[in-house]
């Protein structure tokens, strides 16, 4: 599948539980309800899925934990805060550099405005034509 079609369907996702819970809920329950809608739409998806991270060669141990790995290829990321900080785009290119996936979405669900509440963020070293599209696999 191309990334912008999966990029889509996961949006398309994302909208159906904010319109069915709304705002103010745990980080956890939009997960699940997440995890729900991928079934639905028959997506692979992973949750809450362990980053191992390398420091000069050694294995730090179990630092993180992705919230969704859809299609072992887009991470989301999922807050219900006030606001996106920095820091959480900083978080969720850190997670594209150590697991080398291409894309990543930061959707704050705790906002008024979900369409200015999810963030796509490329992996920038990793080569991939987003724009024609070009499927990665």
Do not use: C, W
């Not at 729900?36 to 934990?65: C, I, S, T």
Request: charged content about 20%.
């Amino acid at each position: 599948m191309m990334l912008n079609d999966l990029t889509y369907k996961i949006r398309g996702a994302i909208f159906s539980v904010y319109n069915e819970l709304g705002p103010g809920l745990l980080e956890s329950i939009y997960e699940a309800a997440l995890s729900v809608e991928f079934d639905h739409l028959g997506l692979m998806y992973q949750a809450q899925v362990p980053v191992n991270v390398l420091y000069k060669g050694k294995d730090l141990g179990l630092a993180y934990r992705m919230d969704l790995l859809v299609d072992n290829l887009i991470i989301i990321e999922i807050k219900s805060v006030t606001e996106i900080q920095d820091i959480h785009l900083k978080q969720l290119n850190t997670y594209l550099k150590i697991t080398q996936k291409p894309l990543g979405l930061l959707v704050n669900f705790n906002s008024l405005d979900l369409n200015k509440s999810i963030k796509r963020v490329i992996n920038s070293n990793i080569k991939t034509n987003f724009d024609t599209d070009t499927a990665v696999r």
